[in-house]
């Protein structure tokens, strides 16, 4: 069975104290877990966090992009470093939350762009710190899901036929492919192929619309999303993507600068009708 996620960006631009009340938030408009952005990791309160999420039962899944100061294809040893010890402390909060999962950039700094391609060099760096703290999560039993994005936003990694490639590298149990829609109508020819291609490496799935509003009102093709998850067996996290207009540090990485429908509550709401409705049609046999 799908489990259904929101992520916190669509209301909060941070998990602090002020943004717990938003756990209760995500149970009561239907999902079974929210996404948490990892980035300010200092301003996460675990065990009130945790407390918060075993009252209203629901699951944490953690969402990171890595940033320039720990950017693990840095030409500096000492942010890479950074970068792995930074990945580990995720993996102890989220594994502190009872999550299995930290999603998202964490192969690069999102938002980098060298004004080039990516170098052997770089892959090399992003696959062996990686290595490094898969091993790591391992024992926590915490898998780390390489999310490609799109052009504008990266050059490290677009597609999920490079997001495999980068996963097979690693060579790890625990490195898994994440995609996400709103990148792949970007980047990939279909729909259908690259998640197939994904097949059992596919471990977590934004559904985002073409425009980050609504999904289903936009050309993002839910059939064939629907039709290639039904054929991979898929059985993990549909997480609703979108972000808050107005945020302060994460706007650019994220080029949110307009309201994206009527109020974020709708997108949850309708977002999540519609993501239920393709799964009975598709997931539910
Ligand atoms: C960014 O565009 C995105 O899709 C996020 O999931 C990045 O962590
Ligand atoms: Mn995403």
Known sequence: MVKY????FLWAERLDRSSLHLIEKTKRFGFDGVEIPLMELELIDVAATKRELKKHGVEAVGALGLNI?????????????KGIEFMKRCVDVIAQLDGDAINGVIYTAWGKITGKRRTEEEWKRSAEALKVVCKYARDYGVNLCLEPINRFETYFLNTAEDAVKLAK????????????????NIE?????????????????????????????TGHVNWDQVFEALSQIGYDR???????????????????????????????????????RSMSSKYLVR
């Open 237 to 275: 996290w549909l997480v609703i993507e979108s972000f808050l207009p107005g945020m302060s540090k994460f706007a650019s990485s994220a080029a949110i600068w307009r309201d994206l429908a009527p109020s974020a509550d709708v997108i949850a709401s309708e977002g999540l009708k519609f993501l």
């Open 5 to 8: 996620g929101v992520h916190l």
């Open 169 to 184: 590298d690693i060579g790890e149990q625990n490195i898994k492919v994440h995609l996400d829609t709103f990148h792949m």
């Open 69 to 81: 100061d720990t950017d693990i294809t840095s030409d500096d040893e000492k942010v890479r470093k």
């Open 188 to 216: 990939e020819k279909n729909f259908f192929k690259p998640i197939k291609l994904a097949g059992e490496l596919l471990f977590h799935v934004h559904c985002s619309e073409n425009d980050r509003g609504i999904p289903g």
